[in-house]
Nanobody, 116 residues
Framework: QVQLVESGGGLVQPGGSLRLSCAASENIVFSSVSMAWYRQAPGNERELVAN???????SYSDSVKGRFTISRDNSKRTVSLQMNSLKPEDTAVYYC?????????WGQGTQVTVSA
């Protein structure tokens, strides 16, 4: 069974930074798939934040463009999200998955709270 394990969340003040990481299990051809970070705030639907394809081309939602950077390390089977200039509206549970996502591959996510 594929496992995606997110880490790195926490409580940070507005304007601060966090770096999220996601580790993928070995039963996925990691280097061949597009990966993405998603987030879900209370009462909201899950939304795509950033994605990175197998050639390391990236795209971002308008709400995070210029503040977040997605990267991948195929040798370590990890995908990361560097989040700078965080805002209270970035508060959510952050998940990684493929793009498009596979329903059964959602992990527990990692909570990011931006608050003074």
């Amino acid at each position: 069974q594929v496992q995606l394990v997110e880490s790195g969340g926490g409580l940070v003040q507005p304007g601060g930074s966090l770096r999220l990481s996601c580790a993928a299990s070995e039963n996925i051809v990691f280097s061949s798939v597009s990966m993405a970070w998603y987030r879900q705030a209370p009462g909201n639907e899950r939304e795509l934040v950033a994605n990175i394809n197998k050639w390391a081309s990236t795209s971002y939602s308008d709400s995070v463009k210029g503040r977040f950077t997605i990267s991948r390390d195929n040798s370590k089977r990890t995908v990361s999200l560097q989040m700078n200039s965080l805002k209270p509206e970035d508060t959510a549970v952050y998940y990684c998955n493929t793009d498009p996502w596979v329903e059964n591959w959602w992990g527990q996510g990692t909570q990011v709270t931006v608050s003074a």
